[in-house]
């Protein structure tokens, strides 16, 4: 067998060099030379020359490591080929894509590998420190499937393809396993590590990597692999309890400190914090070596400022405007501990706060207070949507006349020493002064600020315009008369729910009438003499001045004549009707509304203006007879409806007297105030109207003879009988979309036959 490398350097003495320029080839044919192994290269490429100055003489296998410290000085590398002692001379940048890949199981037998071959002696030999450190780097890598004394003497360790007399090249590849890490995270450590240009680090799965790199700097990046291969701590989970933060505050806040910490230090916080399934703890994951510090950096974090609750009534600004600018400017996001109460009633604020937010508060009201009058009397506007902007004005401006508003808008004197603050455990810090009503917390001006009373002036506290084209309201004044003023606004104006009124009108007439009547009428002749005798009452017609018929052929009838000597007419006739009139309008109306229906017949009459020359007939009106019912709903609590309703029954009782004059009405009115359930019906009216009428016509004596005296007498009777009702039906329209409407619109529409315009779905036939 052929010696090896180390022992070829303990047999053959150091030769030395003539010193000045070598030619770069020259220089590897020598190197290759005095090794004997074959080194091919392309005289194009390997170019150049360099100095060579030894002190002493150099062994072959030194002058082997300067030849390729030269080359890589030139950018070029050798990397071994197929065969033991074969090599080739390549460009540094190409290295990785020429030099074979040796690949070993673990990481620790590839790291004694390199650190074997970097040395160029067998595997086991060469450490520094002797026996004690081949025996300590074997104990270091037990079980790691490293090589011992002799190559490939490691179990489960793939030797190289090369023996242990063949110098090592300038670039190798090698691929290792990873036992304790993933590769991706090794990756991204040796990236750092590895030669520029030539070196490269990639990950080839999930536990194995490829180093390909100059064979000294390989070393050294396969001893960080091994330091980076080292098995994970095991991580624990503690939960630990807060007191004044909550898990997410907390949580935020730790991230924040951790990441200020690594922009001073450089260094990370180990371990993590998120917030727990209880809101006032959090979870610690780390190992046994960070679970301390996170325990120290939460107990440093967990700590507040006190609270305290104090009241400030502003001088001249709405409390509620005031409270959305505190809100913006003083309150912090994360603190759920603030607590802020308008008091509309006494016009204030009571907030629960730090005492440096409580500062900042009261400098800004300080600041408010301060400002001029000008600033004082803002102008607003107020959008009406649901009523007339004239009606609010009306409203509002009947409330500044009678000094409701103005006075509400009063205030009192105030002053800075009346101070009442209490914490959160209900500790009061300093008493109320002396003077103030017992059971009554003064509240605290901003400090600086004197008390004093607003001005009052009917008038001048505020003025109102309205905009009838944008139903706008204008409003300059006061801001807390412009806050009352909007707090009014949002209770009146508000969108009322509708009232459907069915209103069904029925007319019920019954009337009877008869007529029985006799008319006699005799003539006589007594010389010259014509005597005449007749009982008539308007029965019957004359003809030359002779009775020859009934007026009207209606009814029973009966006539004998014996012209120019006597006639008798008879007539008897009887009428009864029967009459029912129904009107069933719909009428939708807004709450506290009046709805009117009217049906009236109207007759004019004339109008004579005379004078002592001329008179003058003109239009002088016209006189109404009918059916009016009026009705003005009001929603009640609950599903009721308070109807308030007059109805009015009139009719003429015959023709006018005079055409300058109306003629007579009779008229029957029935009003009241009813409360019924919603979508209930009532019946109101009832009006009964009943007429009888009789009538005797008679010839005086004749007609009081029994029997004999209905021959002389012409009798009528009449009876008539009336009746009106009136049933209302309200029914409540509370959807804001007016949904109900439009069902009942549609209902309608299709009653009639109306098109409403919606599209049709017919059926169609899919060939």
């Known amino acids: 067998m052929a010696p090896s490398i180390g022992q070829a350097a303990q047999t053959q003495p150091n030769q030395t060099l003539p010193a000045g320029q070598v030619e770069l080839a020259r220089l590897v044919d020598l190197a290759a030379g005095r090794l004997g192994v074959n080194v091919e290269y392309d005289a194009s490429v390997v170019r150049g020359s360099a100095t060579m100055r030894f002190e002493s003489a150099v062994s072959d296998l030194e002058l082997w490591y300067v030849t390729n410290r030269v080359l890589v000085s030139r950018g070029l590398t050798t990397v071994r080929l197929s065969g033991d002692r074969s090599y080739s001379v390549v460009r540094l940048a190409d290295a990785a894509g020429f030099a074979p890949l040796e690949t070993f199981d673990d990481v620790r037998a590839a790291m004694a590998s390199a650190h074997a071959a970097a040395a160029f002696l067998p595997v086991g030999e060469g450490l520094e420190g002797g026996g004690d450190a081949k025996e300590r780097h074997a104990k270091d890598n037990e079980g790691a499937g490293v090589l011992l004394d002799r190559p490939g003497a490691a179990a489960g360790v793939q030797s190289p393809p090369h023996s242990a007399s063949s110098p090592e090249p300038g670039f190798r590849s090698i691929g290792f396993g990873l036992r304790h890490r993933p590769a991706r995270e090794v990756v991204e450590t040796l990236t750092r590590l590895v030669s520029k240009p030539g070196g490269s680090v990639q ?3 999930e536990s194995m990597v490829v180093v390909s790199d100059l064979s000294p700097r390989l070393a050294q990046v396969l001893e960080m692999a091994v330091r980076l291969d080292l098995p994970a701590a095991s991580a624990r989970v503690e939960e630990v309890a807060l007191s004044n933060l909550s898990g997410v505050q907390m949580t935020a806040l730790i991230m924040q400190v951790a990441a200020k910490r690594e922009l ?3 260094r990370k916080t180990g371990g993590e914090v998120i917030a727990a399934a209880d809101p006032r703890a959090v979870l610690l994951i780390g190992t046994e070596e960070h679970l301390p510090s996170l325990r120290e950096l939460v107990s440093e974090l967990d700590s507040r400022e006190r609270l305290e609750t104090v009241g400030y009534t502003p001088l001249h600004f709405a409390p509620r405007d005031i409270a959305s600018l505190i809100e913006q400017t003083v309150r912090q996001p994360t603190d759920d501990r603030w607590r802020m109460i308008i008091d509309e009633i006494t016009g204030s604020l009571v907030i629960t706060t730090t005492p440096a937010s409580h500062e900042q508060i009261a400098t800004l009201i300080t600041r408010l207070d301060a400002a001029p009058s000008a600033a004082r009397r803002p102008v607003r506007t107020f959008v009406i949507r649901n009523r007339s902007v004239l009606e609010m004005r009306s409203i509002l401006e009947h409330l500044l006349a009678s000094g409701i508003l103005e006075a509400a808008a009063t205030e009192s004197e105030r002053t800075s020493a009346g101070v009442r603050e209490v914490r959160d455990d209900g500790v009061t810090l300093a008493p109320p002064p002396l003077g103030s009503e017992e059971g009554v917390s ?10 004093r009373a607003m001005q009052q002036g009917a008038g001048s506290a505020v003025m109102l315009s309205a905009d009838e084209h944008t139903n706008t309201l204008i ?22 729910s509708q009232v459907m009124l069915d209103v069904l009108l029925v007319t019920l007439t019954e009337s009877q009438s008869r007529d029985l009547g006799v008319e006699l009428e005799q003539l006589a002749m007594s ?9 008539l009452f308007g029965l019957g017609t004359r003809t030359g001045g002779q009775l020859d018929g009934p007026v009207s052929a209606t009814g029973l009838t009966g006539v004998v004549l014996n012209p120019g000597d006597f006639s008798i007419v008879l007539r008897a006739i009887e009428s009864i009707s029967d009459g029912r009139s129904l009107s069933m309008p719909t009428l939708l109306v807004g ?9 009236v017949v109207q007759q004019p009459f004339a109008s004579v203006n005379a004078s002592n020359t001329v008179s003058t007939t003109s239009f002088g009106g016209t006189q109404d007879a009918g059916t009016t019912v009026t009705i003005v709903p009001q929603i009640a609590e609950g599903d009721h409806l308070l109807l308030e309703y007059s109805v009015s029954l009139s009719a003429f009782l015959g023709p006018a007297s005079s055409p300058t004059l109306p003629p007579a009405r009779q008229q029957n009115r029935v009003s009241s105030v009813a409360t019924i359930p919603d979508g209930y019906t009532v019946v109101v009216g009832g009006i009964e109207i009943e007429d009888e009428s009789q009538s005797v016509t008679q010839v005086p004596l004749l007609g009081r003879i029994p029997v004999v005296g209905e021959a002389f007498k012409s009798r009528s009777r009449a009876s008539s009988h009336s009746k009106f009702y009136v049933f209302i039906r309200a029914s409540v329209m509370r959807e804001h979309d007016l949904e109900s409407l439009k069902h009942l619109s549609d209902r309608q529409a299709e009653a009639v036959d109306l098109e409403t315009g919606w599209p049709v779905v017919e059926p169609r036939v899919i060939r």
């Open 203 to 205: 990950a080839a799965g």
């Open 264 to 266: 001073a230090t450089g």
């Open 442 to 451: 003064p509240t605290r001006a901003a400090p600086g600020s004197s008390g």
């Open 475 to 496: 409003a300059a004044g006061e801001p807390r008369l412009l806050a009352q003023i909007e707090s009014l606004l949002r209770t009146l104006d508000v969108r009322q």
């Open 527 to 535: 010389g010259q003499t014509s005597i005449r005798l007749s009982s």
């Open 591 to 599: 709450n506290n509304q009046v709805a009117r229906l009217d049906s």
